[in-house]
């Protein structure tokens, strides 16, 4: 998860092929240099001439470990299909979950300076990684400036993950860090080809409090409150995105416009459930409503 801010994200060229393979379940157990960087978000088409330079895959079943905080670090991984969470544990054994990968993030980056990785990553769904020996990937970019940039860019990322979710976890109330996760989802998804309308959890809501530092019972309020207010229905995992445009009024409530469908549906929301202040949607958007 990262919990970024749901801005309109234009999928690279190339995604789309790529996408498509991982929906119908690929199982070639090697990945190009050429989808690699599809997946990453760039492209060698106008580079010089490329061998057919090839990184194995990692098949991973629901709960399996890629590798555990301690491990010894000569790998990056490349998510293909699946979904996974990292998380780390601290001296007491509290979880704290620290992103949702899926298709196209990077995987232990966290490694880099101690050559240990730092965290768990433990996968959530049936799900493929590229393994991409750290050592032969900077030798290829001291020989491609293409995969040079691919390195400058997955590290890019990781810097904006973190900055993002410093702001997430020190900016804003918990209702509206469950609404900017679910709006990253969104983009996530759609970036990938898939629907940003509608999509499964493959997570639970114990690990998504985990992941925003907030309680099983507010993450459940919350759900049950956008539902009340017509911003999402919800069916088992299956999640569907009602009204983006709420979503977002609920992370800023000064982006006013057109919000009288949805302060409607919070009050009404309010007036059906038990009081509890700071829980709820209309509480949320109190701000806005004047």
């Keep these: 998860m990262s919990a970024a801010t749901a801005n309109s994200i234009q999928r690279p060229a190339g995604l789309e092929r790529l996408g498509a393979l991982s929906r119908a379940g690929a199982d070639r157990l090697s990945m190009t240099l050429a989808e690699l960087a599809g997946l990453l978000g760039g492209c060698v088409d106008n580079e010089r001439e490329i061998p057919d330079i090839r990184f194995p895959m990692r098949l991973l079943?629901?709960?399996?470990?890629?590798?555990?905080?301690?491990?010894?670090?000569?790998?990056?991984?490349?998510?293909?299909?699946?979904?996974?969470?990292?998380?780390?544990?601290?001296?007491?054994?509290?979880?704290q979950v620290l992103a949702f990968p899926m298709g196209g993030d990077v995987l232990?980056?966290?490694?880099?300076?101690?050559?240990?990785?730092?965290?768990?990553?433990?996968?959530?769904?049936?799900?493929?990684?590229?393994?991409?020996?750290?050592?032969?990937?900077?030798?290829?970019?001291?020989?491609?400036?293409?995969?040079?940039?691919?390195?400058?860019?997955?590290?890019?990322?990781?810097?904006?993950?973190?900055?993002n979710i410093i702001w997430l976890l020190g900016s804003?109330?918990?209702?509206?860090?469950?609404?900017?996760?679910?709006?990253?989802?969104?983009?996530?998804?759609?970036?990938?080809?898939?629907?940003?309308?509608?999509?499964?959890?493959?997570?639970?809501?114990?690990?998504?409090?985990?992941?925003?530092?907030?309680?099983?019972?507010?993450?459940?309020?919350?759900?049950?409150?956008?539902?009340?207010?017509?911003?999402?229905?919800?069916?088992?995992?299956?999640?569907?995105?009602?009204?983006?445009a709420g979503l977002k009024r609920v992370v800023r409530p000064q982006d006013d416009i057109g919000a009288r469908p949805v302060r409607n549906a919070a009050r009404a929301a309010a007036r059906a459930a038990p009081a509890r202040p700071g829980v709820f949607v209309a509480s949320i958007l109190a701000p806005a409503l004047g």
């Design 172 to 244: 804003l109330h918990a209702e509206a860090r469950l609404a900017t996760f679910l709006l990253d989802l969104s983009e996530r998804f759609a970036w990938l080809g898939y629907s940003r309308a509608s999509f499964a959890l493959r997570m639970s809501r114990e690990e998504i409090g985990r992941h925003l530092g907030i309680k099983l019972e507010t993450v459940s309020r919350a759900f049950s409150a956008f539902a009340a207010a017509g911003l999402i229905t919800v069916d088992r995992k299956e999640v569907t995105l009602r009204d983006i």
């Design 61 to 95: 079943k629901v709960g399996e470990a890629l590798h555990r905080a301690g491990d010894r670090f000569d790998a990056i991984y490349v998510v293909r299909s699946g979904f996974l969470k990292t998380v780390s544990v601290d001296r007491t054994g509290d979880e």
């Design 108 to 163: 232990g980056l966290d490694g880099l300076d101690t050559e240990r990785y730092a965290s768990d990553v433990v996968a959530l769904d049936a799900s493929q990684v590229a393994v991409v020996s750290f050592a032969r990937i900077t030798r290829l970019g001291h020989e491609y400036r293409c995969v040079e940039r691919l390195l400058y860019g997955a590290f890019s990322r990781e810097l904006v993950r973190k900055r």
